[in-house]
Each structure stands twice: as C-alpha cells, then as structure tokens.
C-alpha cells in the first residue's frame, strides 16, 4: 500500500510539474532539450521541475512565448516540434552550435516576432516558408553555413526591421521586391558569393539606418537615388565588382558616401548629402 501511494504521489508531482503547459508544448520543449544534447547545456533544465523554472523559457498564461538559450553550448539539430509552440514571440539560439537544416516547421510560428539563430552551424537554404511568418520584425541568420538564393518570399515580411543574412555561402540577386520592406532599419548580406546589381528599389527603404554589402560580387553603381535615404547612417559596399570601389562609411545621420575610382589611391566625396 505504502509502494502505491508512493507511486500515485510520484505521478501526481510529475503532472503538476508540466500542468503549467500543453502537453504539445512539453514535448516540444523536450524535443529541443533532446535533439540539442541538453544533458551537456551550459545551463540545463531539471525536466522533473515546472517549466516555469526551466532556464531560458517564460511563460504567459501557461503559454510558452520566449525561450532565450544563447551562449548554452546547444549542439544537433532543430526538432521539427518546435513548429509546435506556436505561443513563441521570440526565439534566441544564436551562439551556439547547432548544425543542420532550419527546420520549415518554423513557418507555423505565427506570432513570432524575434528569430535568433546567428552564430551556428545551419546549412542548406533558406526555408522559403518564413515568408509566412507575417508579424516578424527581426530575422537574424548572420554567421552560418547557408548556401542558396533569399527566397522571394521574405520580401512578403512588410513588419521586418531587421534582416539580417551576412556571413553564409549566399547566391543571386537582391531580390528587386526588397523595396516592399518598408520599415526595414537594418539589411546585411556582407560576405557571401551574391552577385548582379544594387536594387534601385532599395531606395525606397526610408527607414533603412544600416546596409552592409561589403564582400560579395554585386556589379553596376551604387544607385544614386540613395541621397534620399536620410536616416541611413552606416554603409558598407567595398569588396565588390561595382564600376567604383567604394569605402564603407559610418557615421553621424546622414553620411557622406565616400569612394574611391578603381585604381586610384585619392579617395573623393562623390555624393554629399545635405
């Protein structure tokens, strides 16, 4: 009888400690914990405690809507359940070291606002379903092994403010739609293998405070219709194949576009904006 009880106050404490959440959420958490050796985390997660104490992850109204795990040694790959929290707003693994495919699961996300996952070891494409994450403000991918075109469909992402792709194996173009991006404050794909022009469309990003480009093979000019971009203040383009190598600049708003002819060691202001 003594066993029994025991056992029926075991299981009782167990339910109670995952109670706080959906049992879909549960097993998605522990999905990632599993998948991204949680045993070896920097910070682990006692999975027989509430998830309300588990490290990284907050809860509202028993709803998982942030897990911040950067600089935690996770390692693996992304479970495609974490499709399944579909309460996330934010989701921060940059800093770590996972590796394989960004899972298109990810495109079920839909409240999320904040994707984190620079800093790892991710490859293969872009999964063009992220287009689909329509209330994304920040997508962070920068320093992986991504390889592919951007997909079309992140220029269907109007609430972006940041995107930010710099340091892959990226390809192609800027796509010309970019231009729909109207709130974008930050775009980066500096060292990548992209080529063909600067979008003239980008000029029509008014909101657009940084653009780096630096360390690809774009050709053409820098379009001139840049002047109007007033609140940008940091742009980097050198390290191209553009008619002028440019020097990146960066300052007080707006700057001054420094370049240089190719071939000439007399660097000239050659756009001055008011």
């Known amino acids: ?34 998948s991204t050796n949680g045993a ?6 006692d999975t027989s405690a509430p ?26 790959e992304l479970p495609n359940e974490i499709g399944n929290l579909t309460g996330l707003t934010r989701l921060n693994l940059g800093f770590n070291g996972i590796s394989g495919n960004v899972p298109a699961s990810l495109s079920k996300l839909q409240n999320l606002e904040t994707l984190e996952l ?9 999964p063009t379903e992220l287009g689909n994450l329509k209330k994304l403000k920040s997508l962070k991918l920068y ?3 991504l390889s592919g075109n951007i997909p079309l469909s992140l220029m269907q992402l109007t609430n972006l403010e940041e995107l930010l792709l710099g340091s892959n194996f990226l390809t192609g173009n800027i796509p010309n739609e970019i ?8 775009f980066s794909v500096m060292d990548n293998k992209m080529y063909g022009e600067i979008p003239v469309e980008m000029a029509q990003l008014m909101e657009l405070e940084e653009l780096l480009l630096s360390t690809n093979e774009f050709t053409g000019d820098v379009p001139i219709e840049f002047v109007n971009l007033t609140k940008l203040n940091t742009i980097m383009v ?22 240089m002819e190719t071939g000439s060691a007399t660097a000239s202001m050659d756009i001055e904006k008011d």
């Open 179 to 186: 231009g729909a991006l109207s709130k974008l404050k930050k």
């Open 143 to 145: 320093s992986n092994k």
């Open 118 to 126: 620079f800093m790892n070891k991710f490859e293969g494409e872009i």
């Open 1 to 34: 009888m003594k066993n029994l009880k025991y056992t029926i106050l075991t299981l009782l404490l167990s339910f109670a400690a995952f109670a706080n959440v959906s049992n879909t959420e549960k097993e998605a958490l522990l999905a990632l914990y599993n």
């Open 238 to 259: 050198s390290d191209n194949k553009l008619n002028r190598e440019f020097i990146s600049v960066s300052g007080k708003n707006p700057p001054s576009l420094m370049l």
């Open 51 to 76: 998830i309300n104490t588990w490290y990284g992850v907050k809860l509202e109204n028993n709803i998982v809507v942030e897990i911040n795990l950067p600089f935690n040694n996770l390692q693996g």
């Open 40 to 45: 070896q985390w920097n910070s682990t997660w």
